[in-house]
């Protein structure tokens, strides 16, 4: 797990999925908006008709391991062929494809898998081979993104010493943007290349050649506890709502027989989890289970974990993100610009906020059917 772990959030791969089906696709690469929906009038499909297959690809990471869990309590059932509650109501088939991020990207670009459990930032480099729906924002990183270092106390402290960490990802992009805030200029601040999980190591191990790293939970919990000069220099926690995990659609894959309905499923799941989560009885056992597949985790570390990637858990709070000026006027032209500068996509990419204009739409439709369902 944890080598699945490492490679997750990363954009490396994403760039190696062809461009060809939209090339730079800045206008005009999708200019419809998600199809009307299906399912019979009040409720979900005629459990008649053989249900619709649809799949997710998934990677271990709090708020997409939720998915995993909800396989495991039956709510669906991620093996194709068979059909858990939330499955049942919709008649829809979920596969649930866990893999490494980096093979989920390739699966979802190159359309392979329905959808995709993604970042906001990884999102603008696969979607240039496949116009997409962010159907849910499923978390935001809080403080799971940090810098950590030893020996240097204070962030001028660390100017021209080399930060080591991936490359044109959440990582890179967290550093820099930490900086900004700070009132700092990136390129006083070298950041180097360097494979996450063997950053930590190395960092805990004492090696004098890494004074600075940009990692992830676990990586970040582990290193902090790993010595005693080792503390947090900054985090994702000055950023608010910059890194955004989702849930991504693919537009062909909307307008397929179902399409609505597997949405509509995903988002009744990942909201039915949080219900678990919130819920006494059943919160630890939960967080447990999350924590079995990420990292392996025990319960006092998970309840750390979920403050620091702090969930989407209430349905409103999704939409109030999606449709909020800061998001749409802010955050994401500056993802955007940070995936042109450094190569990541060729130009900016068209993007739309439930118009269904763009090659990528914050679509909340679904969550707001969702809200509207009568509740028992």
Avoid at 229 to 258: N, Q, R
Avoid at 285 to 306: N, P
Avoid at 338 to 356: D, I, K, M, N, R
Wanted: aromatic residues 8%.
């Amino acid at each position: 797990m944890r080598k699945t772990f490492m490679s997750s959030r990363s954009l490396v791969a994403t760039f190696m999925i062809s461009m060809a089906a939209c090339g730079m696709a800045t206008i005009g690469c999708g200019d419809s908006k998600p199809p009307a929906k299906s399912g019979a009038v009040g409720g979900g499909p005629s459990a008649t008709a053989p249900p619709a297959k649809f799949t997710l690809a998934w990677s271990e990471y709090p708020s997409w391991s939720i998915f995993g869990v909800a396989d495991e309590v039956g709510l669906i059932d991620g093996k194709a062929g068979a059909m858990g509650s939330i499955e049942k109501k919709y008649n829809i088939d979920i596969e649930l494809l866990l893999a490494s991020y980096d093979q989920c990207i390739t699966l979802y670009g190159n359309s392979q898998a329905d959808a995709v459990c993604i970042t906001n930032i990884d999102i603008l480099g696969a979607a240039g081979s496949r116009n997409s729906v962010a159907i849910m924002p499923t978390s935001t990183s809080a403080g799971a993104d940090a810098c950590i270092t030893a020996g240097i106390k204070s962030i001028d402290e660390l100017a021209g010493k080399p930060t080591r960490g991936l490359e044109k990802s959440v990582s890179q992009y967290c550093f820099e943007r930490c900086l900004e805030k700070l009132g700092k200029n990136p390129a006083d601040y070298p950041f180097s290349q360097m494979d996450p999980e063997q950053a930590a190591q190395a960092f805990q191990g004492k090696d004098e050649k890494i004074p600075s790293i940009m990692v992830w939970n676990p990586f970040v919990m582990q290193s902090v506890r790993s010595r005693n000069d080792a503390h947090v220099l900054f985090s994702s926690e000055s950023i608010p709502e910059e890194i955004i995990d989702m849930v991504v659609v693919g537009k062909d894959s909307l307008g397929k027989k179902g399409g609505s309905d597997f949405a509509k499923a995903v988002v009744e799941t990942f909201y039915a989890m949080n219900q678990r989560m919130n819920d006494e009885k059943t919160r630890d056992a939960t967080l447990v289970g999350i924590g079995a597949r990420f990292a392996k985790l025990e319960l006092e570390d998970m309840k750390t974990v979920v403050t620091q990637t702090r969930f989407y858990s209430d349905p409103k709070d999704a939409v109030r993100l999606f449709t909020e000026e800061k998001f749409q006027k802010e955050t994401m032209p500056l993802v955007s610009k940070f995936c042109v500068e450094y190569g990541l996509t060729p130009a900016p990419l068209e993007l739309s906020f439930g118009t269904g204009k763009g090659v990528i739409d914050f679509d909340t439709t679904f969550v707001k059917e969702y809200l509207e369902q009568p509740k028992k």
